[in-house]
T-cell receptor, first 113, second 115 residues
Framework: SQKIEQNSEALNIQEGKTATLTCNYT??????LQWYRQDPGRGPVFLLL?????KEKRKERLKVTFDTTLKQSLFHITASQPADSATYLC????????????FGKGTKLSVIP | KAGVTQTPRYLIKTRGQQVTLSCSPI?????VSWYQQTPGQGLQFLFE???????NKGNFPGRFSGRQFSNSRSEMNVSTLELGDSALYLC??????????????FGPGTRLTVL
């Protein structure tokens, strides 16, 4: 069966360091992979999207990689700040005609001052 | 542009009752999806609507149903509530219906508690 795993339920990191979050999947062939941020009591907010034929995508302090051979995406936050503390979700999309996203359970990131 | 709105924000019901949740998408977005979020299962897809048609449905029992109106607003209904239905119900709209790379814009959710 299809499985999406975000390796850590929780990750604590010192302010200023780079946070790296992992998303692995099995029995799935996503055309796109997305990362969302969710704060307590709020809906997820879209951060980045990467296509299956892209290796890396960047946006400000954020970087995402996508390795379809390893079936893995890495999400990096450089120079992390306490305001980056939130739960980060990866989501897979099969592409045209799928009409749904499949989410991982998320990694709760805490950036310690 | 106003974001996705959901009403009510909080709801308390008892087992056996039914509930209707409402979602207004971002203006111009015609695709609306619903998700259930619980601590144990995470975000799980319920269904997606576009132009008043359900195009995809997740693995939930028939007690969960939805509909979409001509103005793209959507409602979901849960009948015969069970304790396990307690969750955050999230609605999301998308400007790119089913073409792939469907970035979802989420509402704040409705917190449903079943007693």
């Amino acid at each position: 069966s299809q499985k999406i795993e975000q390796n850590s339920e929780a990750l604590n990191i010192q302010e200023g360091k780079t946070a790296t979050l992992t998303c692995n999947y099995t029995n799935y062939s996503p055309a796109y992979l997305q990362w969302y941020r969710q704060d307590p009591g709020r809906g997820p907010v879209f951060l980045l999207l990467i296509r299956e034929n892209e290796k890396e995508k960047r946006k400000e302090r954020l970087k995402v990689t996508f390795d379809t051979t390893l079936k893995q995406s890495l999400f990096h936050i450089t120079a992390s700040q306490p305001a980056d503390s939130a739960t980060y979700l990866c989501a897979l999309d099969r592409g045209a005609g799928s009409y749904q996203l499949t989410f991982g359970k998320g990694t709760k990131l805490s950036v310690i001052p | 542009k106003a974001g996705v709105t959901q009403t009510p924000r909080y709801l308390i019901k008892t087992r056996g009752q039914q509930v209707t949740l409402s979602c207004s998408p971002i203006s111009g977005h015609r695709s609306v999806s619903w998700y259930q979020q619980t601590p144990g299962q995470g975000l799980q897809f319920l269904f997606e609507y576009f132009s008043e048609t359900q195009r995809n449905k997740g693995n939930f029992p028939g007690r969960f149903s939805g509909r979409q109106f001509s103005n793209s607003r959507s409602e979901m209904n849960v009948s015969t509530l069970e304790l396990g239905d307690s969750a955050l119900y999230l609605c999301a709209s998308s400007p790119n219906p089913g073409q792939g790379a469907d970035t979802q814009y989420f509402g704040p959710g409705t917190r449903l508690t079943v007693l």
